[in-house]
C-alpha cells in the first residue's frame, strides 16, 4: 500500500478501559476534504483528537508526509501544521478576538507570518474585523465559530480538522462557513477532516467521507457515493 | 482623630502585604483551580531565604528581593512540575491536591523548624528604624517602601498579564484550557510557570515583610489566613478584588485596634469576614 499525504493506519484508542476507536483507518490527500459522519457516540470526536495528539493512541499509526506522528506532543502536531479547530469553539472569553487569534500563531512560521494571516481572515470574515477588539465571551455563536476556524488558520495548518462546526449555528452561518474552508482546501491547498453530524451538509463540500458506527468504519467513498448509498439514505439522509 | 490618621496609614502598609500575598494565591487559583494550601508558607520560605541572604552575605532584604524572587519561582515551577501535577492527573477529583498542599505547608513549617530553630529571627535594611513624617503621622520607612513595592510588583504583573506572551498564555490557559492545548500552548509550562509567579510573589512578599517583622517557622499561618479572607472578600481569581479587599483587611485591622483595643484585632477581622461572607451570599441568592 503506497502511504497517503495523511493517514491513519488501524489505529486502536482507549478511555481507560473502553475501547472507543478500533481498528480505525482512513487518509486524506493534499488539498482534500473528507468527512467523518456518524451518529453520537460513535467515535468521531475521538478520531480527531486522536489525530491532533491530544489522545494517546493503543496501537496503530499516523502518518504524515511520509513521518509517524504517533507518540508525538500535541504542539508537535502543531508545530508540524496538523491543527484542530475543537468541538465548542473553547474560545478564551474573556479576550479580545485579535488576541484569541493571536494566541493560535504558535509555530516560529505562524508568528512570523502572523500579520498577514490576520488580514487575509479578516478578509474572510469582514465582521471579525469590525469585532477585532471585542471580548470573544461577548460574540454570538456563529462569531465564535469564525473565530475558533480563524484561531486553528492562525497555526497555519496543512491538515485542519473541525469537530462540529455547525453545532447550533444558523443555516447561513454555517453555510459561510463551509464557503470559505472549501475556498481554503482548493486555494491553498489545506487538507480537511470535517466532523459532522449534519451528514447532508457534510457530504455537499467533501470530496469523500467514511462513516463511522460504534468506532468502527462502516462505510466509505466518495461523497456522490454516500449520498445514493441505501443505507446511508436510510440511516442519516431521513428518506 | 491624628490617631485615626495614623491607624489608617498603619493600615494601608499593613494592608499592602495582605494585598500582595492575596494577589499570588488568587493568582494560581484563578489560572490552576487550586486552593494553595501553603501560600503562606511559601512566603515563610521566601523569608527565610532572604534571612539567609543577610545573614550570610550581609544583603539588605530590599537587595535581596530579586534573588529571593527568582528562587521562589524556580521553587514554586520545580514544586508543580514535580508534585503538583501528578495530583492533578484525575481531573475530577480535587481533594488530592488539597492535601498535597496542606501537607506541603506542614513539612516545609517543619523542616524550617529543624534547620532555623523556632527562635524569632530579624534582619535589618539600610531604612530601618527611619520613620517618615507627613504632616501628623509618621510611617516607619521600611514599611513605606514595601508598599511602594507593592504597587510595583501588582503593576508589573498586570503588565506581564496583558502584554507580553507569556501572560497572554497564562490567560488563555485560565479561560479555556482545551482551547489552549488544541492552539499549541504548553500548559503543563504554562502552569508551572504560574505557580512559579505566584511562589514568587509570596517571596517578594516575604522579602519586603523582613525588612520590619521578624521570620518564624509558623510565620506563614498568619498571613495564609489572611490571603485567605482577602481572596474570598476579593472574589476568587480576582487580581484587583485581592489588591483592594487586602488594603481593606489591613484598614479594619488597625483602626479596629484603635477602637474597640488590639487584643481584638483577630475578633474583628474574622467577625468581619464572617459579616462579609453571609451578605456576599444574601446578595448572590437574590440576584440569582
Given at each position: 500500500m503506497?502511504q ?14 473502553i ?5 480505525t ?5 493534499k488539498?482534500?476534504?473528507?468527512a ?13 483528537k486522536?489525530?491532533a495528539?491530544?489522545?494517546g493512541i493503543?496501537?496503530?499509526?499516523i502518518?504524515y508526509n ?10 508537535q502536531?502543531i508545530?508540524l501544521?496538523?491543527?484542530l479547530?475543537?468541538?465548542?469553539r ?10 484569541n487569534?493571536?494566541?493560535g500563531a504558535s509555530s ?5 507570518k ?11 470574515f ?5 469585532r477585532?477588539n ?12 469564525m ?7 492562525m497555526?497555519l495548518?496543512k491538515l485542519l ?14 453555510d459561510?462557513?463551509?464557503?470559505i474552508t472549501?475556498?481554503i482546501?482548493?486555494?491553498e ?9 449534519d451528514?447532508?451538509?457534510a457530504?455537499?463540500i467533501?470530496?469523500r467521507a ?5 468506532g468502527?468504519v462502516?462505510i ?9 448509498n441505501?443505507?446511508?439514505k ?6 | 482623630?491624628?490617631?485615626?490618621l495614623?491607624?489608617g ?6 494592608g499592602g502585604?495582605y ?23 511559601l ?6 531565604t532572604s534571612?539567609?541572604?543577610y545573614d550570610q552575605f ?17 521553587f ?5 512540575f514535580t ?7 484525575d481531573e ?9 498542599t496542606?501537607?506541603l505547608?506542614?513539612l516545609f513549617?517543619?523542616l ?8 524569632y ?9 527611619k ?7 509618621t ?11 507593592l504597587?510595583?510588583?501588582?503593576a508589573?504583573?498586570f ?10 498564555q497564562i490567560?488563555?490557559?485560565s479561560q479555556?484550557?482545551i ?11 504554562i502552569y508551572?510557570?504560574?505557580?512559579g509567579?505566584?511562589a514568587a510573589?509570596a517571596?517578594i512578599?516575604g522579602?519586603?515583610?523582613?525588612s ?5 517557622p ?7 489566613t ?5 481572596v474570598?472578600?476579593g472574589?476568587l ?16 485591622e ?9 487584643s481584638?484585632?483577630?475578633t474583628?477581622?474574622f ?10 451570599q444574601?446578595?448572590k441568592?437574590k440576584r440569582?
Amino acid at each position: 500500500m503506497t502511504q497517503k499525504y495523511f493517514q491513519v493506519d488501524r489505529i486502536n484508542v482507549c478511555y481507560g478501559d473502553i475501547q472507543v476507536l478500533w481498528d480505525t483507518e482512513f487518509y486524506v490527500d493534499k488539498g482534500e476534504i473528507i468527512a467523518i459522519v456518524g451518529s453520537n457516540g460513535a467515535g468521531k470526536s475521538t478520531i480527531v483528537k486522536t489525530c491532533a495528539g491530544l489522545i494517546g493512541i493503543k496501537s496503530g499509526s499516523i502518518y504524515y508526509n511520509g513521518a509517524e506522528l504517533a507518540g508525538k506532543t500535541s504542539r508537535q502536531f502543531i508545530d508540524l501544521g496538523v491543527i484542530l479547530v475543537p468541538e465548542g469553539r473553547q474560545l478564551f472569553p474573556n479576550m479580545t478576538v485579535y488576541e484569541n487569534l493571536e494566541i493560535g500563531a504558535s509555530s516560529k512560521e505562524a508568528k512570523a507570518k502572523k500579520k498577514e494571516t490576520v488580514e487575509k481572515i479578516f478578509e474572510w470574515f469582514p465582521i471579525l474585523k469590525e469585532r477585532k477588539n471585542q471580548q470573544a465571551g461577548t460574540l454570538s455563536g456563529g462569531e465564535q465559530q469564525m473565530v475558533a476556524f480563524s484561531r486553528g488558520m492562525m497555526g497555519l495548518p496543512k491538515l485542519l480538522m473541525m469537530d462540529e462546526p455547525s453545532l447550533g449555528l444558523a443555516p447561513n452561518i454555517v453555510d459561510n462557513i463551509f464557503l470559505i474552508t472549501k475556498k481554503i482546501a482548493k486555494e491553498e491547498g489545506i487538507s480537511i477532516v470535517l466532523v459532522e453530524q449534519d451528514v447532508r451538509k457534510a457530504l455537499r463540500i467533501a470530496n469523500r467521507a467514511y462513516v463511522l458506527e460504534n468506532g468502527v468504519v462502516r462505510i466509505t467513498g466518495t461523497a456522490s457515493e454516500l449520498l445514493s448509498n441505501a443505507e446511508v439514505k436510510k440511516a442519516y439522509l431521513g428518506f | 482623630m491624628s490617631t485615626f490618621l495614623q491607624a489608617g496609614a498603619n493600615g494601608l502598609m499593613v494592608g499592602g502585604i495582605y494585598a500582595l500575598i492575596g494577589v499570588s494565591l488568587t493568582l494560581i487559583f484563578g489560572v490552576m483551580k487550586i486552593i494553595n494550601f501553603c501560600q503562606g508558607e511559601l512566603l515563610m520560605l521566601g523569608m527565610y531565604t532572604s534571612f539567609v541572604l543577610y545573614d550570610q552575605f550581609g544583603l539588605d532584604p530590599f537587595l535581596a528581593i530579586p534573588i529571593v524572587a527568582i528562587f521562589m519561582f524556580i521553587f514554586g515551577a520545580l514544586l508543580q512540575f514535580t508534585l503538583i501535577t501528578r495530583s492533578l492527573k484525575d481531573e475530577d477529583d480535587d481533594t488530592n491536591v488539597l492535601f498535597l498542599t496542606v501537607g506541603l505547608g506542614i513539612l516545609f513549617q517543619n523542616l524550617a523548624l529543624l534547620y532555623f530553630k523556632s527562635d524569632y529571627r530579624t534582619a535589618s535594611s539600610i531604612f530601618s528604624d527611619k520613620i517618615v513624617s507627613l504632616g501628623v503621622i509618621t510611617v516607619s520607612l521600611p514599611k513605606l517602601v514595601s508598599f511602594i513595592l507593592l504597587i510595583i510588583v501588582t503593576a508589573l504583573m498586570f503588565l506581564l498579564l496583558k502584554y507580553t506572551n507569556i501572560g497572554k498564555q497564562i490567560r488563555a490557559t485560565s479561560q479555556n484550557k482545551i482551547g489552549a492545548e488544541v492552539s499549541g500552548i504548553k500548559t503543563k509550562s504554562i502552569y508551572a510557570a504560574t505557580y512559579g509567579l505566584g511562589a514568587a510573589i509570596a517571596g517578594i512578599t516575604g522579602a519586603c515583610l523582613m525588612s520590619f517583622y521578624y521570620v518564624f517557622p509558623s510565620v506563614g499561618e498568619i498571613y495564609g489566613t489572611r490571603s485567605f479572607i482577602v481572596v474570598t472578600m476579593g472574589g476568587l481569581g480576582s487580581v484587583v478584588g485581592a489588591l483592594v479587599s487586602g488594603i481593606v483587611l489591613g484598614l479594619m485591622e488597625t483602626i479596629g485596634a484603635v477602637v474597640v483595643g488590639s487584643s481584638f484585632k483577630d475578633t474583628i477581622v474574622f467577625l468581619t469576614f464572617i459579616c462579609i461572607l453571609v451578605v456576599k451570599q444574601r446578595l448572590k441568592t437574590k440576584r440569582g
